[in-house]
């Protein structure tokens, strides 16, 4: 008889420890996380793109970036020292569109990288949490580009 009591006990301490265990983690069963829950909500974006010289290729990408179907977005191009015609078409952009802004870039540091330099100088302008870098010379596959998960 002692043996089935001291059998009993080791299995109703197993039997305890199995449901606290599982207790303990089926949360994580149920658990949705913060992404899930704000998969409705699209945060704001800030598009970083730096241009030298690049007037040819931000007439094309720029109106690309404008179309997409994003809720919130803003776009920031910085001139980097650029002495074509890029800065006046930026400045009409800008004129037409609340979320463009535009970085100028006269003279670069002697002790930095020029695109690096232009790039912190996009990344200080940006107001959002959320950032995204491309170059003129790019160009977007859909209007779904800033959110990957549609396209």
């Known amino acids: 008889m002692i043996f089935s009591e001291v059998l009993l006990l080791i299995f109703t301490g197993v039997l305890f420890v199995q449901l606290l265990y599982w207790l303990s983690f089926s949360r994580?069963?149920?658990?949705?996380?913060?992404?899930?829950?704000?998969?409705?909500?699209?945060?704001?974006?800030?598009?970083?793109?730096?241009?030298?010289?690049?007037?040819?290729?931000?007439?094309?990408?720029?109106?690309?970036?404008?179309?997409?179907?994003?809720?919130?977005?803003?776009?920031?191009?910085?001139?980097?020292?650029?002495?074509?015609?890029?800065?006046?078409?930026?400045?009409?952009?800008?004129?037409?569109?609340?979320?463009?802004?535009?970085?100028?870039?006269d003279t670069v540091p002697d002790h930095m990288d020029a695109k690096k330099y232009a790039i912190i100088l996009g990344i200080k302008a940006a107001t959002n949490d959320v950032l995204l870098f491309t170059d003129a010379d790019c160009r977007l596959r859909s209007k779904n580009w800033i959110n990957p998960h549609y396209s």
Do not use: G
């Open 28 to 105: 994580l069963l149920f658990y949705k996380s913060d992404l899930d829950n704000k998969s409705a909500a699209k945060p704001p974006v800030s598009i970083i793109l730096c241009a030298l010289n690049e007037a040819k290729n931000l007439k094309e990408l720029i109106p690309q970036i404008l179309e997409q179907d994003y809720p919130e977005f803003e776009l920031i191009v910085v001139d980097d020292r650029s002495t074509d015609d890029s800065y006046d078409y930026l400045i009409k952009l800008r004129d037409a569109f609340n979320n463009i802004k535009i970085v100028k870039i």
